[in-house]
Every structure is written in C-alpha cells, then in structure tokens.
C-alpha cells in the first residue's frame, strides 16, 4: 500500500482581530501560503491535482469555493481545482486528513491541503447571522433551546474540577512558551512572513499575572471560569501542506518531513461540544498500534484552557508534550486555518526536535474532533 507524506508546511504568522492581517482579502492570504510552498518545494502548481481548503464561515469574501479562488489568486494555473471543506474548528485537519485518503488510494498523486480565515473580515457566526436555527428534532433530544461552545466549556471545567486559577495558569503557559519559541526562532522555519505587515505571531502577551487575568470578566457565567483571557483569540491566518506519496516526493527529489501516519475523527456530546478530543486520541491510539507515551508531541487546540487539560487528564498524557510551543491561547485560532497551522507547528517542530511521533487533536463545533498522528521520516 502507498503512504502520503508531507513534503513541506507553511502557515501565516497568525494576526489579531482587527489586526495586521486585517487589511488582506482571506484569498489573497491564502494565496500568500500557495506561494510560499512553490518557493520552498519548487512543485509546479500544474502538477497539483487538487487544492483542499478549510474554511468555517463560507460567506461574504470566504464565500464560492475560496479555494479555487485562492488558486486563481496565486496565479496558478487554471487546470488546477480547488475545493472548500469544513468541519468546524477541524476544517482544514479534514483537508489534510481527505489529502492523505486521496494519495494513499492513488486517485491524486500530489495535493495541497490547507486552510484559512480572515475573522477581521468575516466575523465568526456571519454565516448564520440569526442564530444557529437548530431543529426542534435535536433540540428536544438534548433538552436545551441552543449548542453554545463557552457553556461547554464551563462544564468540561466543572466536570473536571479546574478551577479559575487552574485555567489561568495554564492559559500564562501558553503565552511564556509561545513566547519562548518565537525568541528561539523556532517558528522561522515554518512562517511565509507576510513583508511590511506581519513577520511573527501578533497575538503572544508578555509578562501576564494571575492578577491581571483574575480582573477579566466571565463570559458565559457571571459565577463561572470562561473569560476572554483562557479561551482562543479571534484571528486572521492560513497554512498549507504539500501531500504526496514517497515515491512521487522522491521522483521529485523532495524530502518530505513526516509521514501522515494515521487520521481518524470522532463524535461525542454535542452540549458539551468539547469532549471530542479524548474519544478521538483513543480512538487514533487505537488505530495506530501506539501507546501514549510513544507520541513525544502533542497538539491539542487550546480552543478553551479546559479543552486541554480534561483531555491530558483523561489520557495520561506528560504535560512537557503537551503543547510545547504555546496554543492558540496565545497565538490565536483562525478557525478553518487552525488544523493547518498546527499540523505545520507540530511537523517542524518534530523535525527539528528528532520526535519520531507527533499527534494533533482539535475540539469541533457539535462534538466532534479529528486526530492526525505524524511519523518523522528519516
């Protein structure tokens, strides 16, 4: 049976709501990252056989297949399609996932899986800008009036017992490793800095205290844990993978990074939304042959504080892998550009840390999440 790999990654650096990546058309930053993997592989974009895109809010400028639009925008070749996937949050980790699927069953021989969203420019809920209009039908099954990701959070923090304080230490943890990284330049490998405008992550906050989060208000419960300083920030980016088989990067003289290993996605409570992780690493484990602490890396998007800690509560999992570069807490989720950035964060870092596995998970609107595991190659 053939294998997929990734030949390389790119992603944006990651910019704040409102931002320095604001000004930029979500195709046209798409097509900043097509670039960039030309450059860096020197693939000819005719050979591609197909561009899959993850994007969560397909309306306004991320409406009509953006893919194909960001390939347009690119000035790739005409011949070469595009198609828009989503899975929530999980969007482009689909991309990557449906990449792999699509080399190892020989139908494409060379794919580029990817993702973005410009939350400057197409607000989040734009798509369904009154409401999520759910069914009765699902609705009365779960005896509640409406889905809402940061009530989730307030009862993964309950039913795992992490208290404020918790959270928001986790959360300064995040922001002193992503900042640590970025001073070590553990993230120039990966970046297509974007000249004039943005050449590092926006989003990383320096010299945080537990008192200065203790000041931030609740979100979702005035007596709750959820406020905007343990949750994700809101933000612009994109990322993209060069996937083919080994065979096919060696005709081309490529070394390809790491081997797509396994990919599987799971189902679970839609209430509480954000359990998806834990039954969908079991679930990869499972698949995989491995145990958890044969994975030396980690990847769990930081969508809230809770999200990871529940989730290495119930695997086991040693907290040094854990998000050993920051999350999104500090750097920020870009939804449909997110399973991307991280599988280019997790795949470099990998590579450059001599880490044989690598595993990414990521929670997903209506209780869902994907896990990817990587293998370095080489």
């Not at 509480?272 to 969908?280: E, S, Y």
């Not at 769990?300 to 907290?319: C, H, K, R, S």
């Amino acid at each position: 049976m053939s294998d997929a790999v990734i030949v390389d990654a790119v992603r944006t650096p990651v910019g704040r709501r409102g931002g320095a990546l604001s000004g930029i058309h979500p195709a046209d930053l798409s097509a900043h990252v097509l670039e960039a993997l030309v450059e860096r592989t020197g693939v000819d974009p005719a050979d591609v056989d197909d561009v899959m895109w993850g994007c969560v809010s397909q309306h306004a400028e991320q409406a009509g297949n953006i893919a194909r639009t960001a390939i347009l925008a690119a000035g790739w070749p005409e011949s070469v399609p595009g198609t828009t996937i989503t899975r929530a949050c999980g969007s482009s980790q689909q991309s990557l996932a449906m990449a792999a699927a699509a080399v190892i069953s020989g139908q494409l021989d060379i794919v580029v899986a990817g993702g973005v969203e410009s939350m400057s420019r197409v607000p989040m809920g734009s798509a369904a800008p009154n409401g999520e209009h759910q069914p009765s039908t699902v609705l009365d099954r779960y005896g509640v009036d409406r889905f809402s990701q940061g009530i989730g959070a307030e009862m993964v923090s309950r039913r795992w017992d992490l208290s404020r304080t918790r959270l928001d230490e986790y959360s300064l943890r995040s922001h002193e490793l992503a900042a640590a990284a970025s001073d070590a330049g553990a993230f120039d490998g990966q970046l297509a800095p974007v000249p004039g405008v943005l050449e590092g992550d926006e989003g990383i906050r320096r010299g945080g205290s537990l008192e200065s989060l203790a000041k931030l208000k609740t979100v979702f419960d005035e007596n709750g844990v959820i406020h905007a300083g343990n949750a994700s920030q809101i933000s612009d980016g994109a990322g993209a993978l060069l996937v083919c088989s080994s065979e096919t990067a060696a005709a081309h003289g490529w070394t390809p990074l790491v081997r797509i290993h396994t990919t599987v996605v799971a189902g679970d409570d839609p209430v509480v939304m954000l359990t998806g992780p834990i039954p969908a690493t079991a679930k990869a484990l499972a698949r995989s042959g491995l145990s958890i602490d044969e994975i030396g890396a980690f990847e769990v998007n930081e969508a809230f504080a809770p999200v990871p800690l529940a989730w290495q509560i119930e695997t086991g999992a040693a907290e040094k892998a854990l998000n050993p570069l920051g999350g999104a807490i500090a750097v920020g989720h870009p939804l449909g550009g997110s399973g991307a950035i991280l599988a280019t964060r997790l795949a470099h870092h990998m590579r450059d840390n001599t880490i044989r596995y690598g595993l990414q998970t990521m929670c997903e609107a209506g209780g869902m999440a994907n896990a990817t595991i990587f293998e370095l190659i080489g």
